[in-house]
């Protein structure tokens, strides 16, 4: 059993649906802030825009239920506080000449390959949200072979195994540390930590939206976490949601 921080509630599972499924049930049957949801395995996982998330044993699936009480604009900036949080735990656990990078929007890379995603849920009004689902899965005795990205997993990257009980415990205690940082400081700390992981800053990038495609430089991410791009005009676009490639092709 992992360790957890102060105010946490660990609901272990050995097979389930989705993770964040069965945190979002639980939210609105009031399950209270740092209810944790962790399965073993996942045989309906999900990742951004509905894509399927290959959830095998042996890899981590965490849900994690927070009642911010903020607008709804300011809790999306948990996304960016959760990749932080994943990152700062990953970065603990694997060996040092390896490195870890925040991909926006939100997935986390090591050595420019995909180890973690992150996804957001929530319910609530533009005034307040009722509370948010942060969904995260780590690639740890195996990663998918055929993706968008490269990917990898901590065991092939670690001269011994990682437990999974270790990467939980280490991400629930950034995970709270950072929320409590970005209760109480704003969202700029968060921004900044996540800005010196990033994965292309000041680079070339292809952004995939619904409907087209755009390239130019990755010239910075807001407070709200959009993504800045400078067009080869020198015009520049603020992205909320779409598909991050890096470098140019």
């Not at 939210?27 to 509905?50: F, L, N, P």
């Not at 929530?122 to 993706?147: K, L, R």
């Not at 000041?202 to 087209?212: A, N, Y």
Request: hydrophobic residues 40%; contains cysteine; proline residues 5%.
């Amino acid at each position: 059993m992992p360790s957890l921080p102060d105010g946490c509630t660990l609901i272990e599972l050995q097979s389930v649906g989705s993770t964040n499924d069965e945190a979002l049930a639980r939210a609105q049957d009031g399950a209270a802030d740092g209810t944790v949801v962790w399965a073993r395995e996942q045989t309906a996982g999900r990742g951004r825009r509905g894509r399927d998330w290959s959830s095998p044993l042996g890899n981590l699936y965490t849900s994690t239920i927070l009642r911010p009480e903020r607008p709804t604009g300011e809790a999306a900036q948990l996304s960016l506080v959760a990749a932080v949080a994943l990152a700062s735990a990953l970065d603990a656990i694997l060996p040092d000449r390896v490195k870890v990078a925040c991909k926006w929007p939100n997935d986390i890379l090591v050595d420019g390959q995909k180890i973690a995603g992150i996804l957001l849920e929530s319910q609530g009004s533009n005034d307040a949200v009722s509370w948010i689902v942060i969904g995260c899965g780590v690639n740890v005795a195996s990663h998918p072979e055929i993706t968008a990205y490269p990917a990898t997993n901590t065991n092939a990257v670690c001269a011994d195994a990682v437990s999974l009980e270790a990467i939980l415990e280490h991400y629930l205690e950034q995970l709270f540390v950072w929320r409590d940082r970005w209760c109480e400081e704003g969202i700029e700390p968060v921004r900044r930590a996540w800005i010196d992981r990033a994965a292309g800053l000041g680079g070339p990038i292809i952004v995939r939206l619904l409907d087209c495609e755009m390239s130019g430089r990755f010239y910075d991410m807001d407070a709200d976490g959009a993504l800045l791009l400078e067009l080869p005009d020198g015009s520049r676009k603020r992205i909320t949601a779409g598909d991050v490639f890096i470098g140019s092709t």
